[in-house]
Each structure stands twice: as structure tokens, then as C-alpha cells.
């Protein structure tokens, strides 16, 4: 998978305030590419971008709930307006959402929808009002940050170590939904030049994984995947499942 000279290309980054996120948009500010910093909280997203900024990084920073439709559209209207198009997309805001009201067998359908909105119907949501700027690029990309709990064939696995991860009625399928999806805008986008992929950043120390799993990678690793995928050249993967070893099993 190499890389296409980035020159001045937009991408924009969901959940970019801290955790891999953050590490994406400062991946892709240091290849000189001009990054929209989005997330729900002012206070966090104001803070990114400017340590971003000090770094030498062309970065805006946007309010952007992925569960919010204003906010949502707002944002596509910012870019539309500043920057007129976006070249990378990259959804990787999300919830974990509260484990123990996700046992399948006890599950807080409250609690699992909110999962499903945020890791699934909000990236849809972004998706689509972000594409008419990314039909304006001559290299764009979507990338959906996803899991290895998202893997079917893993968590099937009696041997893989995903077993010992508790049962989960909501961020497992969401993220099992998520790779789904990413097949279906790849297959409608292909014809249009649009190359959309999944990937597991892997187990990264962020807040999300901290104090539940043991965990050995930095978020930086983990928003490397994510990263290469934004880059890819014209001839690159789409429809496709990575980490940072290859292709993970659906």
C-alpha cells in the first residue's frame, strides 16, 4: 500500500480530540495534509487543534455529534465553505458504552442502541454528507475505524484471544454492522474513484481500553492503519477489513 504524494489534500477526522483520533490528525497534519478536527466537546476539540497547530499543522476545528443531524450537516457546511472539498474521510468517533448493561442475556436495549448510534447509524450519517465534497476530490478515501471485536471468524475462535472479551449485545455487532457497511459504500462508490475501508487499529492504550483490557500498543500505532488506508494510491484496497499485519478475517 503505498502512498500517493499527499500534496495540499483535506481530510477530515470524527472523535479527533484525543485517543487514536487525535494521533490520526496528527499523522496526517505531519504529511502536510490540511485536517478538520471534529468531536462533541468544545473544550477538548479547541485544545487538539491548537497542539496540532503548534506542531505547524494546517488544522480547523468543527463541533461535530455524529448522533446530532445539525451538527452533522453544519460541519459539511463549514468545509464546504472554507475549504470546498474533502479528499479523506475518516469516521472514527465511537462509544464502548457500559459492558456489564450489554451482556446479551440481560442487555439494556437503551444502552445498545446508543452504541448503534454512535458506532453505526453516525457514521452513516457523516458519510453522506460528506460525500458530495469528497466527489469534488481527485483521490478520495474513507476510512471506518472499526475492531477486531467486529471479526465474526475471531470472536468465533475458541483459541483466538477475543474469547476472553466479555459478551457484548452492542459494541461487538455495531462494529460487526460497521464492516457491513463498509462493504456496501465501497460496492456503490467503486465506480466513482471512492475507496472506502475498515480498520482495526488494534488494542491501543486509550481511554476506551484502559482499565478493561491489557493492552500493549500506543494510540499512535493503532492510527497508523488508519492512516496508510487515507493514502492509499488509485490502485489501492476497497470493500477491505485491515489491521496493521493485513487483511483481518470478516
Given amino acids: ?85 474533502l479528499d479523506i474521510l475518516v469516521n472514527n468517533a465511537g462509544i464502548g458504552g457500559d459492558v456489564a448493561a450489554q451482556r446479551p442475556s440481560s442487555a439494556d436495549l437503551d444502552m445498545v442502541r446508543k452504541v448503534f448510534d454512535t458506532n453505526y447509524f453516525g457514521v452513516i450519517a457523516v458519510t453522506n454528507a460528506m460525500l458530495p465534497l469528497l466527489r469534488r476530490s481527485a483521490a478520495p478515501r474513507i476510512v471506518n475505524v472499526t475492531s477486531g471485536l467486529g471479526s465474526l471468524t475471531n470472536q468465533a475462535d475458541q483459541d483466538h484471544y477475543l474469547v476472553n472479551v466479555p459478551a457484548m449485545a452492542g459494541y461487538p455487532p ?14 456503490e462508490l467503486r465506480a466513482d474513484g471512492i475507496l472506502v475501508n475498515a480498520i482495526d ?48 478475517a470478516w
Wanted: proline share 3%; net charge neutral; with cysteine.
Fill in 201 to 248: 487499529p488494534g488494542g491501543c492504550d486509550t481511554d476506551f481500553t484502559r482499565g478493561r483490557f491489557t493492552v500493549q500498543r500506543t494510540a499512535a500505532q493503532g492510527a497508523a492503519v488508519a492512516v496508510r488506508l487515507a493514502t492509499i494510491p488509485a490502485d489501492g484496497p476497497t470493500g477491505g477489513y485491515f489491521n496493521e499485519s493485513g487483511t483481518v
Fill in 1 to 85: 500500500m503505498g502512498n500517493d504524494p499527499v500534496g495540499q489534500r483535506i481530510a477530515l477526522v470524527t472523535g479527533a480530540n484525543k485517543g487514536i483520533g487525535f494521533e490520526v490528525a496528527a499523522q496526517l497534519a505531519e504529511l502536510g495534509i490540511t485536517v478538520v478536527v471534529t468531536a462533541r466537546d468544545d473544550a477538548r476539540r479547541q485544545d487538539a487543534a491548537a497542539r496540532l497547530r503548534e506542531k505547524g499543522g494546517q488544522v480547523h476545528e468543527v463541533a461535530l455529534d455524529v448522533t446530532d443531524s445539525s451538527t452533522v450537516e453544519a460541519a459539511a457546511r463549514y468545509v464546504d465553505e472554507r475549504l470546498g472539498r
Fill in 174 to 187: 455495531a462494529k460487526t454492522a460497521l464492516n457491513a457497511l463498509t462493504v456496501q459504500y465501497a460496492k
